[in-house]
């Protein structure tokens, strides 16, 4: 199982207001003519009274409104069928268009760009505005970004486990639908998620003998954590901006031809799942109604890092601990690997061995890292990671690690 975040895929609109103000937003308005029509500003209670919707005689509706109030799709449905010609929404983030539709004059901009809209509309006896359609931005590369919806972590349920595994495009999927108009965009994890499963099949196709942790395992170690077109960080929408972490995107941004050669695996078996179940507090008992076998626990309860993940999270360090991992070699058979370590703030990591040395009797190997903070009082989550390089392939796994001491009495 992968868990998925969701990035952009950019597309815009030029605007005019008359000839003082030309902007681009965000949009998938896509009709072939430009349009040009006159301004109305209108009060918030538009989008609650459906009678006066329908009592508007109105060319275009501009809003502002904020990050909390949702305009679901049937109020822009009714609004089109009422007569208006368009909708400009300031919002922030003004590229989050879960608003927006495609067969209709609707584009979001940003606070700021809407209060010079604002302006115009207050100082100009006869506004009027044209868009155009909307376009797919090529030339420069800008930066990705994790969509403000997507899903974040870090995981609630089960702190020591990363949340989310890998990031996929997301935003303005381009899906074939029924109806007169054969097309849509859409926006949201589920659309990230065809692209990791669509991975996940090629990879099994080119790989049959890989179990699903493997095939987990490949995604993950290879996926980028900067844009792989303009080499920029991957950006995180939301309040602030920022620079993505591993809980915005995982272990980074999938790459399905680096994900067919990985070098190294993380690998796990049915034992290796029902330790983890122990870990998590089940019972024999309970373990052996879900795999409908003969399963028992350890007397002493596993620990939860050592689940045989390509991540690791340490939600509560308390002075050190150590963390085991264990690799197999997908790559050329005689393989020597060195570990490059780029550690959280104020955490100390070590490797042993440093080096991994694979040949044709020696497939798998163990490592543990044994992790120490160099303070000891309460911090936020912080992040680093750790890779292995052969010097053709980078296995890389992020590290999250979150410090917490006990209070002196």
């Known amino acids: ?76 449905e009714d609004f089109r069928d009422s007569g208006g010609l368009g909708l400009i929404v300031a919002k922030s983030p003004s590229r989050a268009l879960e608003v927006l539709t495609f067969d209709f004059p609707s584009v979001g901009v940003s606070y700021d760009i809407g209060t010079q809209i604002l302006n115009y509309l207050r100082y100009s006896r006869k506004p009027r505005i044209k868009l155009s359609p909307a376009k797919t931005h090529v030339g420069k590369p800008v930066s990705t970004y994790v969509a403000s919806f997507s899903s974040r972590g870090p995981n609630s349920i089960a702190p020591a486990i990363l949340k989310p595994d890998v990031a996929a495009p997301g935003v303005l999927i381009l899906a074939a639908v029924p109806g007169e108009t054969p097309y849509e965009f859409y926006s949201g994890t589920s659309m990230a998620a065809p692209h990791v499963s669509g991975i996940v099949a090629l990879l099994k196709s080119l790989h049959p003998d890989w179990s699903p942790a493997a095939i987990k395992s490949a995604i993950m170690t290879t996926a980028g ?80 890092l050592d689940v045989n993940l390509p991540s690791l999270t340490i939600p509560n360090l308390k002075g050190t601990v150590g963390v085991r991992r264990t690799v197999t070699n997908v790559g050329p058979e005689n393989s020597k690997y060195k570990a490059i370590i780029e550690p959280p703030p104020g955490i100390t990591i070590k490797v042993k061995p440093e080096t991994l040395i694979f040949n044709s009797d020696i497939s798998k190997i163990s490592f543990t890292l044994t992790i120490s903070a160099t303070h000891e009082y309460n911090t936020e989550f912080e992040f680093g990671s750790l890779t292995w390089s052969d010097g053709v392939h980078q296995v890389r796994i992020p590290l999250s690690v979150r410090t917490e001491f006990p209070q002196l009495v």
């Open 1 to 76: 199982m992968l868990c998925y975040a969701n990035v952009n895929i950019y597309r815009v609109n030029p605007c005019i207001l008359e000839r003082r103000l030309l902007f681009s937003t965000f949009s998938i308005y896509a009709t072939i003519l430009e349009c040009q029509f006159g301004i109305c500003l209108t009060s918030k209670e538009v989008f609650f009274s459906h009678n006066f919707m329908y009592s508007l005689n109105l060319k275009l509706l501009r809003k502002f409104y904020s990050q909390r109030y949702i305009c679901g799709w049937k109020i822009i």
């Open 225 to 304: 954590v900067k844009d792989p077109h303009s080499g920029l960080p991957i950006i995180a929408e939301g309040m602030p901006f920022k620079v993505a972490d591993p809980f915005d995107f995982g272990s980074g941004l999938v790459n399905a031809n680096a994900a067919n050669d990985p070098g190294l695996v993380y690998d796990m078996g049915t034992f290796d799942y029902i330790l983890y179940l122990c870990s998590m507090g089940y019972k024999s008992d309970d373990i052996n109604n879900i795999i409908d076998g003969a399963a028992s626990c350890p007397l002493k309860r596993p620990s939860i």
